[in-house]
């Protein structure tokens, strides 16, 4: 997906730029010099900062009348104004380090908009454009050092700093949302679902599914967050919403038991995990060979990409979802055969969660649908883990990588 921000920008007068960077040094001089000096020079002091900074005001104001279109850009010049003019009030330095950052943060700030580039306001039409016209569907993440990167790869830099600014515009006006991790992503038409909604909503599909068999424990609730990469607290609100809806039954003592009278029906017939199986083979990719290593990388970019809220290409996690579906229909089978007796309680219920995350309908939320790919990735990477522990277990001497024919038989 291209995110290019190359909108053309005026070029500024070189001479500016190097006032501005003489005015830095002498800056930085001038806090070396009464650094070391007595306390009682602090007056002073604040006098010699305010003689750098004070000629630099008008340009600021005009800055500041420039940036009309952008509320975030005009607030961040009315600061720096007034910390800077601040200094001009002949009073005591009780900060030694607070007169020059004052002006340090106003001169770099007037040095980073002689930058070439466009503007804040034409930073955020463009990306208002992008979103309109869909190529920024709701749920990509916008990273503003991503943005500048690509601006800088086409040819017309847009400093980060701008970028910055206008994506706190389109926060303010709606049009992105920021996460928990501090992440932008494009909004959606509806609200965002709430991730205690969201995690008791697929619990409640996997119960229904038989993954989770009534009057069963559910794995611990440190399990099921590290399965749904989701926070402790978050899965503990969702079992508090199962618990009130009269799916779990609750205890502080042991884990949720699933309810025998349960308010919805389940999947009709017992759980056939060998039909599973070939379903998943329909949909596998055939033909090639891939290393655990490198399917268990996989597995782990897309468990960043949900962390950091980044929504790839759809043809990208539609490619990727493939291949976890490709590792589902050889490791669960395999997992099958590698153990001498019936695999366990925890382990069917690894294998049934699983097929039923790679089987199930994929929500068209774009969010939800990463989600979900994340959620498929945490299982794989169970199931891996259960086929080498077999493995090393019963030929412990063998040197071979293991490797997934996937699609094969």
């Known amino acids: 997906m291209t995110t290019s921000l190359s909108v053309p920008g005026a070029q500024q007068d070189g001479s500016v730029e190097r006032r501005l960077r003489a005015a830095l040094r002498e800056l930085q001089k001038t806090a070396a010099r009464f650094s070391t000096g007595p306390s009682t020079r602090g007056a002073e002091y604040r006098a010699a900062v305010w003689a750098l900074a004070e000629p630099w005001l008008a340009l600021a104001e005009t800055r500041h009348r420039l940036a009309a279109g952008s509320p975030s850009d005009q607030h961040r010049w009315r600061r720096l104004i007034d910390d800077a003019r601040c200094l001009g009030v002949q009073e005591p330095v009780s900060n030694p380090a607070e007169p020059p950052a004052l002006t340090r943060a106003l001169l770099r700030a007037l040095l980073e908009a002689e930058r070439p580039g466009p503007s804040v306001t ?16 709701p749920g990509t993440s916008l990273s503003a050092l991503h ?7 086409e040819g017309t830099p847009a400093p980060v700093e701008r970028v910055r600014l206008a994506l706190r515009d389109l926060t303010a006006e709606g ?7 501090r992440r932008t992503w494009v909004a959606g038409s509806a609200a965002p679902v709430e991730r205690p909604t969201q995690i008791a909503a697929w619990l409640r599909t996997l119960i229904q599914a038989r993954v989770y068999l009534p009057q ?6 440190l399990m099921l967050a590290r399965d749904f990469l989701a926070t402790s607290r978050d899965t503990g609100a969702a079992l508090r919403i199962l618990g009130a809806e009269k799916v779990l039954k ?13 308010p919805f029906p389940l999947d009709p017939g017992p759980f056939n995990l060998g039909a599973r199986v ?23 970019q ?21 291949t976890l579906i490709t590792a589902a229909a050889y490791g669960i ?18 294998l049934r969660r699983t097929a039923i995350t790679a089987l199930a309908d994929l929500p068209a939320d774009p969010l939800e649908h990463l989600w979900r790919t994340a959620c498929l990735a945490a299982a794989v990477l169970q199931v891996l883990v259960l086929v080498e522990t077999a493995v090393r277990h019963f030929a412990p001497r063998s040197r071979t990588p293991l490797s997934l024919t996937l699609g094969a038989s």
């Open 278 to 300: 070939e379903e998943l083979r329909g949909k596998a990719i055939t033909g090639i060979t891939f290393p655990f290593s490198e399917v268990r990388a996989t597995c782990r």
């Open 122 to 137: 034409e930073i955020a039409d463009h990306l208002r454009k992008l979103i309109a016209d869909g190529t920024c569907p």
């Open 175 to 181: 049009t992105t949302v920021i996460n928990d991790a």
């Open 333 to 350: 089978p395999r997992v099958v055969e590698l153990y001498p007796s019936a695999p366990d309680a925890d382990v069917r219920t690894v």
């Open 216 to 221: 069963s424990p559910l794995p611990a609730r």
């Open 302 to 322: 897309v468990q960043v990409w949900w962390r950091v809220r980044h929504t790839p290409r759809p043809d990208v996690l539609e490619r990727v979802f493939r």
């Open 147 to 153: 943005l500048a990167d690509e601006a800088e790869k």
């Open 250 to 262: 609750r205890s502080t003592a042991y884990r949720p038991v699933v309810r025998a009278d349960l």
